[in-house]
């Protein structure tokens, strides 16, 4: 029996075959660019993370330059380091694979699961001191959750920078996080009271000369204090006793 194109079983013959082929072509080009997705994420962290630390100039290297970044790994909540070959390959501390709920009271960053380990980038001046110290945060803002890097001097108590590299707060709002300005505000302070207690704040309105504890202040963003909020509580939480605060401390107590 001949075939006949025109007919109904043609038709869905051609559809099929179509559909086939588009479908073999859409898989082939995701499975082959899967290795490049993965590759430019890791470059794309890796720049965060530059930028964070200041090490990051337009056009350098990347791989290079992070290859002097030292990576540790510390079990969140102690100030215990841990071997990079104890933290599964693919561990991701974003979507962690071993991590404890937090208790509403603890979770001031709505991150509802802390992570087993965190994850630390260090720079060392050539006599081998902490120069800069890279630590990931995340936290909750009004729409979204923020991800970023916050950086902190050698002294583990004043901040270097902070930027943020995923969130889904509104552009001329809550986006302002990203805004190069209001993170130079960032730039020197300090996270401790004179007394050693985490004292640091952002704050609705601006910091100014007669602001009590300004060196512990950065300035809200405004229209933005829901999400201003969440950032102040995410950099309180990272810093904090549940989080990095133990191995911040002993490094502000052994230098190293
Ligand atoms: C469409 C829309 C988007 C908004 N986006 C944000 C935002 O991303 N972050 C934020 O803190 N407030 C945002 N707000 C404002 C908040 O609802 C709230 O009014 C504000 O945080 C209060 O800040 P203020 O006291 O500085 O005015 C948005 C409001 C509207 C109507």
Redesign the pocket.
């Known amino acids: 029996m001949a075939f006949n194109k025109d007919s109904v079983g043609g038709t869905l013959i051609a559809a099929f075959i179509i559909c086939l082929v588009c479908g073999i072509v859409v898989s082939t080009a995701a499975v082959s660019l899967r290795p490049m997705q993965e590759e430019n994420r890791v470059l794309d962290r890796q720049t965060n993370i530059l930028v964070a630390a200041g090490l990051y100039r337009e056009g350098i290297n990347v791989p290079e330059a992070f290859a002097e970044v030292e990576r540790q790994y510390v079990e969140l909540g102690t100030a215990t380091l841990v071997e990079a070959s104890e933290v599964p390959d693919d561990y991701d501390q974003r979507t962690p694979s071993e991590s404890t709920r937090l208790s509403d009271e603890e979770d001031i960053a709505s991150v509802r699961n802390l992570p087993k380990w965190g994850e630390v980038y260090l720079v060392r001046d050539e006599q081998d001191n902490i120069e800069t110290i890279v630590l990931p945060v995340q936290g909750y803002?009004?729409?979204s959750t923020m991800y970023g890097f916050l950086s902190l001097e050698g002294d583990a108590n004043t901040i270097a920078g902070l930027v943020f590299y995923d969130h889904g707060?509104?552009p001329g709002?809550?986006?302002e996080i990203e805004n190069k300005n209001w993170q130079a505000l960032w730039e020197g302070k300090k996270l401790l009271s004179d007394n050693g207690d985490l004292n640091f704040e952002v704050i609705?309105g601006n910091v100014d000369d007669r602001t009590p504890n300004k060196d512990n202040k950065v300035d809200g963003l405004?229209?933005?204090?829901?999400?201003?909020k969440g950032v102040s509580n995410m950099v309180r939480f990272w810093v904090g006793d549940k989080a990095y605060g133990p191995y911040l401390k002993s490094i502000r107590e052994s230098g190293n």
């Open positions: 803002g009004l729409w707060e509104t709002l809550g986006a609705k405004s229209g933005a204090t829901l999400t201003s």
